[in-house]
């Protein structure tokens, strides 16, 4: 079953009304802040990597040219 | 460290406001919340208190803000915009490059900032309208001051704002503690960055040190 984006609820004429949001959400949300979290750290591991096998290749290549 | 390695980032009024701020979030979160989770006490009370306090620091803050031309740290210019663009692209396809310092704000940080910005306006603005429907020592509750319906949205909207301000302080946290970032989260707390974080991190031509 799909999840809600807004809850509704009847009101005292049996109306069906919107209530509010669907808090049923507040775990997507929290999932994408940690989400955000795990994904950068996995960037600046890859960073990291990148950088020092560019100064390894800059350093090896300076060593050949010396 | 001495004056002359300090460069002045946040001044004592614009740290008391962000700490304001984040005080007043995390009681209206907790106040908001926790009764959506089965935990219940009399939130309304300190809900609309903090509420009430965070649009007044909102409001000082938007006349500082226009008052001291800090507008122009927090513009997002097109060049800036393009560049940083195409850095997060290099590096979505694998390329890594060194980005551009930025000024005294980064690209990301005016993004977080226009949305917490809308987030926020959005939840003092509807959190207003709903306060029409309690009684609160400043005025008697209307509850015909806006229709069922019109309840229902400013609900979902006030709701919505809540959600994605949960995504957001969860961002903000993470970038506040990380090791590279932690001078941000320092100047936050003593105003001042070193000299030395300020030359390595960022463009002094677009940044230009304040004096007293």
Redesign the interface.
Known sequence: MPMEL?EYKS?AWGQR?????S?D??W???A???M??VV?SI??V??KA??SRQSRNEFSTESMDG | MDEANRVMRHRLTGRLFHWTTAICFFVLLATG?LP?FGINFNWLTPHWIAGLVLIVAVLIHIIRTFQGHHLRYMWIGLKEFITSFSHVLA?LSGK?SSPAKPGKYSVAQKVFHFGATVVVLTAAGTGIMLMTGIDTPFWERDPYFVS??VR??L??L???A???S??????HI?FAI?PEKRYFLRSMINGWVSRRDYEDNHNTDLWKEEKD
């Open positions: 807004l009101n009304v919107l209530e509010g949001v808090w959400l507040v997507i949300f929290l994408a802040g940690l955000v979290v950068h960037y600046v890859w960073r990148v950088i | 919340l959506v590096v890594y069922e319906s229902g949205w609900f979902a006030h709701g919505f809540t959600l994605i949960i995504t957001m302080i969860i961002v993470y990380r």
